[in-house]
């Protein structure tokens, strides 16, 4: 279930982030990231992929919603992340979105299965969103975030970027990820 967590940010490492607010809440998780900038909505993840889709399947069976994004002209090259617990590059691929980083253009991500914890640092404020299958993202550009897949990474997003070259990334090279739960700690515990 998609949640929503935002802490204020201390002004030192020492000290703990202050929780401000947590909601699994459709309506009250759009209304408080779009207050700040960030559009968040509800698609259906309405394709059953097989385990073997490539790439391009994966884009064919989201291709009305690639038109919709790509509608206007905006964000022209998109690709399809897919990882399974056991891609042989989750841990290095991990700690690469671990690091909090910003891009020169949006982030723009649609989760078709699966799920993943984005962070963003919005000054005084951290808002950590796990993002499940249907979930749908812009974050504007030059905000520093970052992104959690968790050790047994299970997830497949569409990324849309105005960047020809896709994923380009700035590291800021602050430890802030350290400081804050990691996307397992915020998953429900198995029963
Ligand atoms: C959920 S898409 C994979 C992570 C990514 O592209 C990114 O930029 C994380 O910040
Ligand atoms: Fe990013
Ligand atoms: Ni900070």
């Not at 998609?2 to 909601?23: F, G, K, N």
């Not at 700040?36 to 069976?61: C, K, T, V």
């Not at 009305?64 to 509608?71: G, I, L, S, T």
């Amino acid at each position: 279930m998609t949640l929503l967590a935002i802490y204020r940010h201390p002004a030192t490492p020492a000290a703990e982030p202050q929780p401000v607010l947590r909601s699994h809440d459709g309506p009250t998780i759009g209304a408080e990231l779009g207050r700040r900038g960030i559009r968040f909505e509800r698609w259906p993840a309405r394709a059953s992929l097989p385990a073997a889709a490539d790439q391009a399947r994966i884009l064919a069976a989201y291709a009305p919603e690639v038109a919709q994004v790509q509608a206007g002209g905006s964000y022209p090259t998109v690709d399809a992340i897919r990882l399974t617990p056991d891609h042989p590059e989750r841990q290095a691929l991990r700690q690469k979105f671990l690091a909090e980083h910003t891009h020169s253009e949006d982030e723009v991500r649609f989760f078709v299965e699966g799920c993943g914890l984005f962070c963003l640092h919005l000054g005084q404020e951290v808002l950590q969103v796990v993002c499940e299958a249907g979930d749908w993202i812009a974050v504007p550009a030059g905000t520093p975030h970052w992104f959690d897949m968790g050790p047994e990474p299970r997830f497949c997003a569409l990324r849309f970027f105005d960047n020809p070259d896709g994923w380009v990334a700035t590291f800021t090279g602050d430890a802030i990820a350290a400081q804050y739960p990691l996307l397992d700690a915020l998953l429900p515990t198995p029963t």
